[in-house]
């Protein structure tokens, strides 16, 4: 039984949203959300009923937002090799500074870091949309991690062990 | 050895899933990927719950029914693709006000009549037309004019299934004894209903 794409919606559409958020900065993480579920929506009947959901909509995800840069790649001159960075509104200042650093990650460390470490995707699965191997994956997500906690070196604000994801395969 | 929570990086609340959803709403109606619409409304009989297709409404279901269990319910037999969506309910929601405080005597809505085949539409079309508001008819009287005198017993199964009450008035069919007989949202419902439009 396939449950209603409203249940989807509620389910996995916080957890898009942050992934989007990370991978492309706040403004244009609107259009990335609402392009993907779009697009889930279009195609949600032939889903097989046993299919990874989030993983899914994150494989979306990421097509929609290398759609998003390279419209605005071809918009932007010069050339901006990073993304915007997320809402300065409500964030607490190391917050700002560690988006920051997350935004200027290399592109593939950062999809490596936002798909593993928010939607918790498996290396193997990262890989798949990256390319490479799921090795490689792993050191994308690897160097990101290690780029974040350098920054938050200078600046820690939660020092706290954060849990993996807890369906890590691979 | 200090750890990154990206989680709390980037925080969603309510406002932003909100926003983001009524523009999925519209983004998904116009591209004709909105199968089913739904919304729920206050009603003296409870929440209802009244979805609709492009063709029309195409479901009505009280509270009684369990919500999640209809919307599981259209999406297996209509289509997944099921979304929260205000605006096309608009018309129904206000009709159904209006009916609820008194100020109207028939709906003017369309009806999207898919959950209901063959015989059981049949009874049910006539049902719509032919039993007004502030009326009653028996079971036996609406399988007369369903053009199946005997089909009594079928006609009591297909107002006890009506995808579409209230709208598609099976309340206002009766036990040829007088007593109500049963009612999908319950026998206080029905008398509720019955009550509002003043049949004693």
Not at chain 2, 109 to 120: A, E, N
Request: aromatic letters at 6%.
């Amino acid at each position: 039984m396939k449950p209603p794409f409203e249940k989807v919606v509620a389910r996995h559409g916080p957890t898009v949203l942050r992934v989007v958020r990370a991978v492309l900065g706040h403004a244009d993480a609107d259009d990335a959300w609402s392009d993907t579920f779009l697009a889930a929506m279009r195609a949600y009947p032939d889903l097989p009923c046993d299919a990874n959901v989030e993983a899914w909509l994150v494989t979306i995800a990421h097509r929609k937002a290398i759609d998003i840069i390279r419209a605005t790649t071809r918009r932007a001159i010069p050339v901006a090799d990073t993304p915007d960075t997320p809402s300065r509104e409500h964030a607490p200042d190391a917050h700002l500074e560690l988006a920051d650093a997350v935004a200027a990650l290399p592109t593939k460390q950062r999809q490596a870091v936002a798909y593993h470490y928010l939607a918790g995707l498996p290396y193997a699965e990262i890989a798949t949309l990256l390319g490479g191997s799921a090795a490689a994956a792993r050191r994308a997500a690897a160097d990101g991690i290690a780029t974040l906690r350098r920054t938050l070196a200078h600046n820690p604000f939660d020092a706290s062990p954060h849990p993996e994801p807890s369906h890590e395969h691979s | 050895m200090s750890t990154v929570d990206l989680t709390a990086l980037y925080p969603v609340d309510g406002d932003d899933i909100t926003r983001l959803h009524a523009r999925l709403a519209a983004a998904a109606d116009s591209d004709d990927v909105l199968d089913v619409a739904y919304r729920i409304v206050d009603s003296p009989v409870g929440p209802l719950l009244i979805a609709a297709t492009p063709l029309g409404l195409v479901r009505l279901a009280f509270g009684s029914e369990g919500h999640d269990a209809v919307l599981q319910d259209l999406s297996d037999r209509i289509s997944p693709r099921v979304l929260h969506a205000a605006a096309r309910l608009d018309p129904v929601a206000r009709q159904l006000d209006e009916y609820f405080s008194g100020r109207r005597h028939g709906f003017e809505v369309s009806l999207d009549w898919q959950l209901s085949k063959g015989f059981r539409r049949t009874v049910l079309e006539h049902l719509a037309v032919d039993i007004g508001y502030g009326t009653t008819a028996s079971y036996g009287t609406l399988a007369r004019l369903s053009g199946s005198p005997r089909a009594v017993r079928a006609v009591g199964t297909t107002c006890a299934t009506n995808p579409i009450p209230v709208v598609v008035p099976c309340h206002r069919v009766v036990r040829s004894d007088g007593t109500l007989g049963g009612y999908r949202g319950g026998p206080v419902a029905k008398r509720a209903l019955l009550d509002l439009e003043g049949v004693r």
